[in-house]
């Protein structure tokens, strides 16, 4: 996977428990169909690591169980964490507003930054 340099490095708190990278498209659409059957997630989080990193904000987004972890899985994650952080929901149907969501967020934190043209 390429990642931007500036992300290179960080730690990883959610990770697929498919070996996808392994797998055909065929094998993949099985296996993410018979865990949806039995209810099972497709991620899995380093709760641990996720406590040790203590964040005051998590970006996820609730719109397809198969994106990311759910909306259920990550509601149930901040039971176990001991500070409660902000969750910025992002819908992906509604880009732009998700765009501008994350602005806004970065803007009443002092941490937004034009574009570079």
Do not use: F
Not at 73 to 86: D, F, I, M
């Amino acid at each position: 996977m390429r990642l931007p340099p500036a992300v290179k490095g960080k730690p990883i708190v959610v990770r697929a428990v498919l070996p996808i990278e392994q797998m055909s498209q065929d094998e993949i659409d099985v296996a993410v169909a018979q865990r949806m059957r039995e209810g099972l997630s497709l991620y899995q989080v380093d709760e641990e690591l996720l406590g040790k990193l203590d964040p005051d904000l998590i970006l996820t987004q609730d719109l397809c169980q198969v994106c990311a972890p759910s909306g259920n899985e990550v509601a149930q994650l901040l039971q176990l964490l001991p500070r409660k952080p902000q969750i910025l929901w992002l819908r992906p149907d509604r880009w732009r507003r998700s765009l501008r969501t994350c602005a806004s967020w970065a803007r009443q934190r002092n941490a937004y930054r034009k574009p570079k043209n």
